[in-house]
């Protein structure tokens, strides 16, 4: 049986572009290095061939120093592609930049309606729903905009409220199998997992909640070596990749790719 939550045939990712160094973050860290973030990046994409999928990697936008976080400006479901409006004004121009890629990589391509906002890291799938995660990115009008969207892709949308804190609904979360959830203690608290199996990440290791599960594998940042270990010890296979640049701007494994089956 195949899962359209995790079973992907390809994945859109776009290479970071040497602006990536201005991205937006929460707290300065100090700046990415471009070079050992495009290695990093080289290293993910092999990671998502390795597990099953055919990687198209769009060229750098230097006008957009997040566009390498391509999971924002776009939502793909069974194939269809959602363009959404990404709430940090710097990044909304990003929207329409995809647009035509998605046109050339998807089965159909429609525009999430204004006024509201949108970003994909705010939506986490299971098979048969699209949970959205209200942040200072996601608004309730964008993610009202979306229900009507998503139901005729055959999806059922339930809004949620992201704890203040957190940047991203998936910043803290993300899907480990048709039923079950990775996610933070906090988040996790928040309720928002209902119906579905909850692994917490252990204290020290929050950034680990940032994993992708991609056919076979969940691919996990590395240096969670108690989360590589539940997750292991619970029967799932873990590839790890090194995110130390991504991080600096507030990007994740989930951040760096569109994931979708056609
Ligand atoms: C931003 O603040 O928009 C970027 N620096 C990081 C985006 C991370 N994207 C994601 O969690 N989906």
Redesign the pocket.
Known sequence: MTHPSHHFTHALCRAPATSVTA????ADRGDPDPHLFAAQHGAYVAALEQAGCIVHVLPPLDAF??SV?I??PALVLNGSAIVLR?G?PS?LGEAAVLRPDLDRHCRAVIDLPGPGFV????ILCTDDRVLVGLSA?TDAVGAEALRPLVADLGYRLEILRTPPEI??F??ESSLLDAETILATPRLAASGAFTGLRVIETPPGEEAAA?AIRVNDVVLLSAGYPRTADTLTKAGYDIVTRDTSQ?AL????L??MSLRYSL
Do not use: I
């Open positions: 991205g937006l973050r929460a120093p997040d976080f999971e924002d990404p940090a990044r970003d994909g890291g705010d990115r940047l991203h998936k910043t940032n991504a701007v507030d990007g994740g989930s951040c």
